[in-house]
T-cell receptor
C-alpha cells in the first residue's frame, strides 16, 4: 500500500526564519506529488505539484518554493517566513486516481 | 471557471438516521468523482470513487450517486453513528490533479 510520511506534525517559527517541510513516499514509484495548504474550515488550496524528479509547477504565487530531489521526496521551503504563511500544510500523492495524504503539519509563524 | 460546492453549514443528524451530503459542480465534465473523510488536524482519507458511467457505488454503510446531467453527487451514510462525525470532502479529477470542495462538517448526535 502507498504511504505518505510528512513531518513535523507541528511547527512554530519566527517571522523571517527559513522553512523546510519534507515529505516522503513509501510503496510506489513515480507518483504525482502535491503540497496543499488548508485554512481553518476551508478547502484544500493547491500550492505545488510535481509529476517527476526536478519537475515543479506552482499554482499560486507566494513566499514558498518546492523541490523534488528524488522520486519519492518532495520538499516545501521558504527563505523567510511571513505571518500569512501560517496554516495547515498537507503533502499528498496521487496514483492514477485516489489521493493519499500525509498527517499534515500545523505551521504557526509568530 | 471550474467550481465545486458543498454545503458550508454543518449537518446535524440523529444517530441511526441516514446522512446525505451534496456535492455540486459547474463548468466541468469529470471522468470520476471521489469522496474523502477528514478528521480535525488530520489529512483527508479516501472513501469512495465513482466514475462518470456509474450511477451508484456502495461500500458497507456508504453510498455515492453521480448524476452527470445535474452535475451533482450525493453521499449517503446509513445507520449513522457518532464515530461518523467528521468533515467530508468531494473532489473531481482535472488532468494531473484533483479539484476539491471545501467540505461539509457532519455531526452525528447520540
Amino acid at each position: 500500500s502507498q504511504t505518505i510520511h510528512q513531518w513535523p506534525a507541528t511547527l512554530v517559527q519566527p517571522v523571517g526564519s527559513p522553512l523546510s517541510l519534507e515529505c516522503t513516499v513509501e510503496g510506489t514509484s513515480n507518483p504525482n506529488l502535491y503540497w496543499y495548504r488548508q485554512a481553518a474550515g476551508r478547502g484544500l488550496q493547491l500550492l505545488f505539484y510535481s509529476v517527476g524528479i526536478g519537475q515543479i509547477s506552482s499554482e499560486v504565487p507566494q513566499n514558498l518554493s518546492a523541490s523534488r530531489p528524488q522520486d519519492r521526496q518532495f520538499i516545501l521551503s521558504s527563505k523567510k517566513l511571513l505571518l500569512s504563511d501560517s496554516g495547515f500544510y498537507l503533502c499528498a500523492g496521487n496514483w492514477e486516481t485516489e489521493a493519499f495524504f500525509g498527517q499534515g503539519t500545523r505551521l504557526t509563524v509568530v | 471557471s471550474q467550481k465545486i460546492e458543498q454545503n458550508s453549514e454543518a449537518l446535524n443528524i440523529q444517530e441511526g438516521k441516514t446522512a446525505t451530503l451534496t456535492c455540486n459542480y459547474t463548468n466541468y465534465s469529470p471522468a470520476y468523482l471521489q469522496w474523502y473523510r477528514q478528521d480535525p488536524g488530520r489529512g483527508p482519507v479516501f472513501l469512495l470513487l465513482i466514475r462518470e458511467n456509474e450511477k451508484e457505488k456502495r461500500k458497507e454503510r456508504l453510498k455515492v450517486t453521480f448524476d452527470t446531467t445535474l452535475k451533482q453527487s450525493l453521499f449517503h451514510i446509513t445507520a449513522s453513528q457518532p464515530a461518523d462525525s467528521a468533515t467530508y470532502l468531494c473532489a473531481l479529477d482535472s488532468n494531473y490533479q484533483l479539484i476539491w470542495g471545501a467540505g461539509t462538517k457532519l455531526i452525528i448526535k447520540p
